[in-house]
């Protein structure tokens, strides 16, 4: 095992090898644990092992691609809800000629324009309810309203 470090692209991420330009300040082989500050090397895992270096990065993907999947979520119910009330305010007109029809004609025609309405509304809460039970980035994509 290499006992070196060099940083050929900055200072982040350092590449392991037996010509580096630093020693390591712990036995390893993951070059990405390491960063160069003022000119000396850095464990971003303050002496954990390979192993649980290894152990603490998929921890981290797993909980980045959950973060990813809630953002991904969220951003779907806005696009529904947003389209819910287009769906809803297209419907205006009709709410205003059943009005007048109403009121010319001593009909309840409004009620009914009231009822399209709650249609689109629990439809919205249907598919609001289906994007939270998806699960994966695939799911999110297919899904259509």
């Known amino acids: 095992m290499a006992g070196k470090i060099s940083f050929p692209h900055g200072n982040d991420w350092g590449v392991i090898g037996p010509e580096g330009d630093h020693d390591l300040p712990?036995?390893?082989t993951l070059g990405?644990?390491?960063h160069l500050v003022d000119g000396e090397v850095i464990d971003r895992?303050?002496?954990a092992t390979d192993d649980e270096v290894r152990e603490i990065d998929a921890a981290r993907v797993v909980e980045r691609q959950a973060e990813e999947l809630q953002a991904a979520r969220t951003a779907l119910v806005r696009r529904v809800k947003a389209e819910a009330a287009g769906r809803i305010a297209t419907l205006?007109?009709?709410v205003e000629r059943a009005r007048e029809r109403d009121a010319l004609n001593g009909t309840k025609t409004l009620q009914d324009v009231y009822a399209e309405r709650e249609v689109i509304r629990r439809a919205s809460n249907e598919a609001e309810?289906?994007?939270a039970k998806?699960?994966?980035q695939e799911e999110i994509l297919a899904f259509s309203w």
């Open 26 to 28: 712990v036995d390893s």
């Open 45 to 47: 895992y303050d002496g």
């Open 92 to 94: 205006d007109w009709k």
């Open 134 to 136: 998806l699960t994966s």
């Open 129 to 131: 309810a289906a994007i």
């Open 32 to 34: 990405h644990r390491f």
